[in-house]
């Protein structure tokens, strides 16, 4: 019995799945974004609670690909983890040749996902800058000028 198949089918399943779990994860990002450029504390937590609920769902689609990718390679005597998606699809010659077009959607979403992830980065880095500068100039103490050091205990009752 031909295994080959049934093993593309689910593997388009996963890979449907993880195209629409990319999708969903561009748009809490650029949720994400945009409350950070705002300064909207309540939706800067929001968006970030989101992003790492859609996050946590990763390790389930990961550990269901490797899975599938292992039957692949059990089918075709290779040594599990060495196969990945556009090396199955290249193995499944035309039997897969519908999933080339996906494989492409699912790297063009994945690279918009990592440059929003790097300016959402970029993005707080510099509104954390901002604040330190901010606190420097309001609480920083005479003597070493710095808040990182710390502060300074004061007897209330003096």
Do not use: C
């Not at 950070?36 to 790492?52: F, K, Y």
């Not at 035309?94 to 929003?116: C, G, H, P």
């Amino acid at each position: 019995m031909n295994k080959l198949p049934l093993l593309l089918r689910h593997l388009r399943t996963q890979v449907n799945e993880e195209l629409e779990a990319q999708r969903r994860l561009l748009a809490l990002l650029e949720t994400q974004q945009s409350a950070i450029a705002a300064a909207q504390s309540p939706e800067i937590v929001a968006a970030g609670l989101a992003v790492e609920a859609e996050l946590g769902s990763a390790g389930t689609r990961a550990r269901h690909r490797d899975v599938l990718l292992e039957g692949f390679a059990n089918l075709w005597g290779l040594e599990p983890g060495s196969l990945t998606f556009s090396s199955v699809i290249e193995r499944a010659g035309a039997e897969a040749e519908d999933l080339v077009s996906v494989r492409n959607d699912l790297r063009t979403i994945t690279s918009e996902v990592t440059r929003k992830a790097r300016n959402i980065r970029t993005l707080a880095s510099a509104h954390q800058r901002l604040t330190m500068e901010i606190l420097e100039v309001l609480f920083a103490s005479e003597s070493d000028g710095s808040v990182a050091a710390g502060g300074v205990l004061v007897d209330a009752e003096a």
